[in-house]
Structures are given as C-alpha cells and as structure tokens.
C-alpha cells in the first residue's frame, strides 16, 4: 500500500476481501481450469464461481485473491 501511494498522487480504491470484487477481473487462460482453482484455493483463494463450460465451449471459473482481486481462470477460446 505505501508503495502504491508513493506512485500514484492521485491516489486509488484499496481492494479488499471484505467488500465486493471491482467489476473487471485479471483473466489468466490454461488448459486445465479444475485443476489450477483447486492450487489457488488451497493457497488460500476464494471461490466465487465454480468452473463451467460455456455454451461456445469454453470453461471458465471465477476466484479471489487475497487481497480481493477478481481473476478468471479460464480455457482458451475454440
């Protein structure tokens, strides 16, 4: 956080775990979603949506990081 005030004078909105997730999320694309959400929520994330298959076949999944940041985990697009 100092860092983060150090470099940005016009200041910025804290993420936080205690309120809801800002809407727009770090998007990062693997080829097994299952197995990647069970890593980060056994290092501590938090699930908010489980992995789904989309109806264009892409599966993917929502989860929050410690400190509060929303990331889709997801497979590529066919």
């Known amino acids: 956080m ?3 005030k150090s ?4 200041g ?3 993420s936080s775990l205690n309120h809801k997730p800002f809407g727009i999320e770090i998007g990062f694309t693997i080829d097994n979603v299952e197995a990647s959400v069970k890593i980060a929520v056994e290092a501590g994330a938090v699930m908010v ?3 789904k298959t989309k109806p264009w076949g892409q599966v993917v999944s929502y ?3 410690l400190d509060g940041f929303l990331i889709e985990i ?3 697009m066919g």
């Open 49 to 51: 949506e489980r992995p």
């Open 63 to 65: 989860i929050r990081a």
């Open 7 to 10: 470099n940005l004078k016009d």
């Open 74 to 76: 997801c497979t590529a």
């Open 12 to 14: 910025f909105i804290e």
């Open 2 to 4: 100092a860092l983060a």
